[in-house]
């Protein structure tokens, strides 16, 4: 089983529709989680840290579900702008902090 | 504030030959962790650097080196290329002592090995 488990997609969405992404982590003792956003040709930018709690940044909602082992990405009313592959990251415990990257969730928000 | 900075941005290269990719963290930042994208792929871990050592190491062979200096740039050196190391190379940037570990990406090396 893959470290971190993504659906490369691609999910391709109306513009102002909702859409929803899984990722799966196998890890139990994975201490940290973050979404990341890629664009073609271009490096991975964080978009946001995911919390234990849930946390919300405008249009886009992390949650974590530590019991199942796996980190949503919701975004609302897609923009044309949001196409790109998000990719989901997983810290391990340990001193020096490796990281895992899923393979990226491809999404296209078409007009 | 400087982001994260590599280089080269392109490189060819052939079988067998050896290449040596630079990076200069973001301002502020302590450790340099380097990853090789293959197309369609998520970035994979080669290793990280602290203090000019390397404290991690993901799955890669020894042909794979790498060098911090004090003033925490680093150097990722590839040895007896394959045509398989053809990849993006991405650096990333981030403090030790941050509790989240939030990586800061630089633009990447695109290596094509022919």
């Known amino acids: 089983r893959k470290e971190v488990e993504q659906d490369p997609g691609p999910f391709n969405v109306p513009e102002g529709a909702t859409v929803a992404f899984n990722c799966t982590y196998s890890n139990s003792a994975s201490q940290s989680f973050f979404w990341y956003r890629q664009d073609c040709r271009k490096e991975p930018k964080l978009l946001m840290s995911?919390?234990?709690s849930g946390n919300e940044d405008g249009r886009f909602t992390a949650q974590l579900n530590r019991a199942s082992q796996y980190i949503s990405l919701l975004i609302r009313d897609s923009k044309l702008s949001d196409s790109a592959t998000y990719l989901c990251v997983v810290r391990n415990s340990g001193g020096y902090q490796k990281v895992t990257f899923g393979i990226g969730t491809k999404l296209q928000v078409i007009p | 504030d400087a982001g994260v900075t590599q280089s080269p941005t392109h490189l060819i290269k052939t079988r067998g030959q050896q290449v040596t990719l630079r990076c200069s963290p973001k301002s502020g930042h302590d450790t340099v962790s380097w990853y090789q994208q293959a197309l369609g792929q998520g970035p994979q871990f080669i290793f990280q650097y602290y203090e000019e050592e390397e404290r991690q190491r993901g799955n890669f062979p020894d042909r794979f080196s790498g060098h911090q200096f004090p003033n925490y740039s680093s150097e990722l050196n590839v040895n007896a290329l394959l045509l398989g190391d053809s990849a993006l190379y991405l650096c990333?940037?981030?403090?030790?002592?941050?509790?989240?570990?939030?990586?800061?990406f630089g633009p990447g090396t695109r290596l094509t090995v022919t």
């Open positions: 995911v919390y234990s």
């Open positions: 990333a940037s981030g403090l030790r002592d941050r509790g989240s570990y939030e990586q800061y």
